[in-house]
């Protein structure tokens, strides 16, 4: 067996790049730690280089910011192994592993009825977009409905024919593209003219007043952070947040489902019910807003803006916030609307088509970790603490936008990994913790970031939405 090649663009160029073009200093940079190299899990993109910047990105910025209140630093270290394992969404419940993937989810072959041969990515995780797509597909809704009938149904369709269809009735779908055709597609051209870590200012307050916190609390004591996120990255960013020290308030809807991971990715915060249909609990939402200091979000473009809580009603309602956006494509192009997850940005923008052909397969073939939720909740809490930096120094009103799209772009332009599916995935075994959650013993991965004088850690426990009121913590 033959060893893989470091990818081209290692993990300390990256995680460079990204200090640099936050304009933070040098010996912030200097005080954080890589140890490890190679692939970790088989690829031939440089996902551990990705995973490994990112998640020190956020960290170092963490302890770059407790620098600040307190006079003196602090390293940090971000084992690479760890980190990608921790980011593999690796968890049991009272000893089960989850399911995680809907039986329908997944790459299917289409076109060889319609004249034109290709790839479509069906994601059915969710029972309403299930639905929607067998509806659209002619086949009956529910969970009776097979991957076969799915497969046969998709013969009759061109696979962007079929992705536009979808988009139009609110679905989720990604036909398989080639990394020639993302780069001629206009979407793809937005992206590309994007920076990663988009940091903008948004409106006018002067500088806020952090709260006291002693030098043995973790850097982000005090700070107030309103997470309303569903999916893998939002929370992890959110998770990530509380981890450093923040205050977590993760606002759920009752009205909406949630999936499986949110046992895991609710380590740290505190869990509450809103319905933002009802003005009651919009006008909840607005009391915490005013003593935020994040304002999180992941909900599909414009959802929450329509409801009173986009980046500008938020700078006005709460002078000096941080507003944190996460979406799909990116705020520019024809797709800046678009509903999207991990596992079909890989397929839209080319990746699953490059790996097949870097492997000598026929189908597509995914990542082995959903790396671009991931990379990307790490960038978000990054961002927002690059925004607080901002804050705290210039004053003003902040918008911080990550796309999954964009992470893609960055990811592709680490290069590629030499004999990246020679490597045999690593035990989970040393880096797992146990601890109690509302949803059973969570057996998980703990957090790979390691601070020298404020270990991070989850205050929290993990616990179902609607467990605690829709309030600030009194403790």
């Known amino acids: 067996m033959t060893t893989p090649a470091p990818s081209p663009a290692s993990a300390h160029a ?8 936050a304009g933070l200093p040098a010996d912030g940079l200097d005080a954080i730690d890589l140890s490890g190299s190679g692939p970790v899990l088989p690829s031939s993109f440089a996902v551990a280089d990705a995973i490994q910047a990112s998640m020190a990105a956020a960290a170092g910025i963490a302890a770059e910011l407790w620098h600040r209140r307190h006079g003196r630093r602090q390293r940090v270290h971000v084992p690479r192994e760890h980190a990608v394992l921790e980011s593999c969404a690796h968890f049991t419940l009272d000893g089960a592993a989850p399911q995680l993937w809907d039986k329908l989810s997944g790459l299917y072959p289409c076109g060889a009825e319609a004249g034109e041969t290709g790839w479509v990515r069906l994601h059915a995780n969710f029972a309403h ?11 009956p809704p529910g969970e009776g409905t097979g991957r076969d009938e799915v497969e046969l149904a998709l013969r009759r369709w061109r696979a962007e024919d079929l992705e536009t269809a979808a988009a139009e009735a609110g679905l989720v779908l990604a036909a398989v593209r080639s990394f020639e055709a993302w780069d001629r597609h206009a979407q793809g051209q937005a992206v590309r003219a994007a920076p990663l870590v988009r940091i903008e200012r948004i409106g006018d307050a002067p500088p806020q007043r952090w709260p006291a916190a002693a030098a043995h609390q973790r850097p982000l004591h005090g700070l107030r952070v309103l997470e309303l996120t569903r999916i893998l990255a939002g ?52 009391r915490l807003v005013k003593e935020a200091q994040v304002f999180l979000q992941g909900y ?20 000096g916030i941080v507003a944190v956006s996460l979406s799909a494509y990116g705020p520019d192009g024809p797709w800046a609307g678009r509903r999207g997850f991990d596992s079909l940005v890989q397929s839209a923008t080319g990746f699953n088509l490059a790996e097949a052909e870097a492997a000598g397969d026929s189908a597509p073939r995914a990542f082995p970790l959903q790396a671009l939720d991931y990379a990307a909740g790490y960038l978000l809490a990054f961002g927002a603490q690059a925004a607080l930096a901002r804050q705290a120094r210039e004053g003003g009103s902040w ?28 035990s989970f075994e ?23 004088e404020t270990p991070a850690h989850c205050r929290w426990p993990s616990m179902p939405p609607g467990t605690h009121p829709a309030t600030w913590s009194t403790d």
Do not use: M
Not at 235 to 259: C, H, K
Not at 430 to 452: N, Q
């Open 235 to 286: 929370p992890v960013a959110g998770r990530t947040l509380a981890a450093y020290g923040a205050e977590l308030l993760l606002i759920n809807s009752p009205a909406l489902p949630n999936i499986e991971a949110i046992a895991e990715t609710s380590r740290g915060k505190r869990s509450a019910w809103l319905d933002l249909r009802q003005e009651a609990d919009r006008d909840t939402l607005r």
């Open 14 to 21: 990256a995680l460079r790049g990204l200090w640099n073009d």
């Open 430 to 452: 040393p880096y797992r913790i146990s601890e109690p959650s509302g949803f059973g013993r969570l057996v998980t991965i703990g957090h790979a970031a390691r601070f020298s």
């Open 399 to 426: 918008h911080v936008q990550v796309s999954l799209a964009g992470v893609a772009h960055w990811l592709r332009g680490l290069g590629r990994v030499d004999g990246g599916f020679a490597v045999q995935a690593p």
């Open 300 to 319: 599909r473009p414009g959802g929450l803006a329509a409801l009173g809580f986009g980046p500008d009603e938020l700078a006005r309602l709460r002078p």
């Open 129 to 139: 977009h299930r639905d929607g797509a067998l509806r659209l597909l002619g086949c």
